[in-house]
């Protein structure tokens, strides 16, 4: 499997705080992005960062990428319960046209 | 919001019946995918469209197959389903994956698949 994989799986913090959530990935990339599914929604596109990129910021999100490692993070700063939602990373391949996405890290941000 | 949607959005079947997912989109975007979507796998290609026509194999292709005759559908196809194809089915679009713009998947509500 191509697949990456998000750490950790699930994340529960208070309103206010900050979270971060890692993924992992196995092939060289065009660039890497960053979903957001709300419970029993569709995928929503964050942020995407291409490869030549170090860090990306959008709003309270901020993305790294260590090609080196094959690794993101994505930070949410001064989170919201609004944002409890599942987050998933998705890597564009530099050989071929398919998206392959992490397994996911659950959030849950507590009121 | 693009404009992608899928039909049916909830179907329950018995093993054994053919099954057919249907996916529109009214962005005129070239790409088009179909992922499932299972507990502890997160999201794996079934199958993908660069073109009209134009169809190739995802990482879990077995069992499932696909058509696009027009721009705007791509047509997801369960020839005989098995309790194994339980799952919820996204669609989704791209207007080019990667290089020469940023790729961004937009993705449909979902389809949910019960095979009893």
């Known amino acids: 499997s191509q697949q990456g994989e998000e750490d950790p799986q699930a994340l529960s913090i208070q309103e206010g705080e900050n979270a971060t959530m890692n993924c992992s990935y196995k092939?060289?990339?065009?660039?890497l992005q960053w979903y957001r599914q709300n419970s029993g929604r569709g995928l929503v596109h964050l942020i995407l960062i291409r490869s030549n990129e170090r860090e990306k910021h959008s709003g309270r999100l901020r993305v790294t990428l260590d090609t080196s490692k094959k690794s993101s993070s994505l930070l949410i700063t001064a989170s919201r319960a609004a944002d409890t939602a599942s987050y998933f990373c998705a890597t564009d391949p530099f050989i071929g046209n398919q998206f392959y996405f992490g397994t996911g890290t659950s959030l849950t941000v507590i009121p | 919001d693009a404009g992608i949607t899928q039909s049916p959005r909830h179907k329950v079947t018995e093993t054994g019946t053919p099954v057919t997912l249907r996916c529109h989109q009214t962005e005129n975007h070239r790409y088009m995918y179909w992922y499932r979507q299972d507990p502890g796998h997160g999201l794996r290609l079934i199958h993908y469209s660069y073109g009209v026509k134009d169809t190739d194999k995802g990482e879990v292709s077995d069992g499932y197959s696909v058509s696009r005759s027009k721009t705007e559908d791509f047509l997801l196809t369960l020839e005989s389903a098995t309790s194994s194809q339980t799952s919820v089915y996204f669609c989704?679009?791209?207007?080019?994956?990667?290089?020469?713009?940023?790729?961004?998947?937009?993705f449909g509500e979902g389809s949910r698949l019960t095979v009893l």
């Open positions: 092939t060289s990339i065009n660039n």
């Open positions: 989704a679009i791209s207007e080019a994956p990667g290089r020469s713009n940023t790729g961004e998947l937009f």
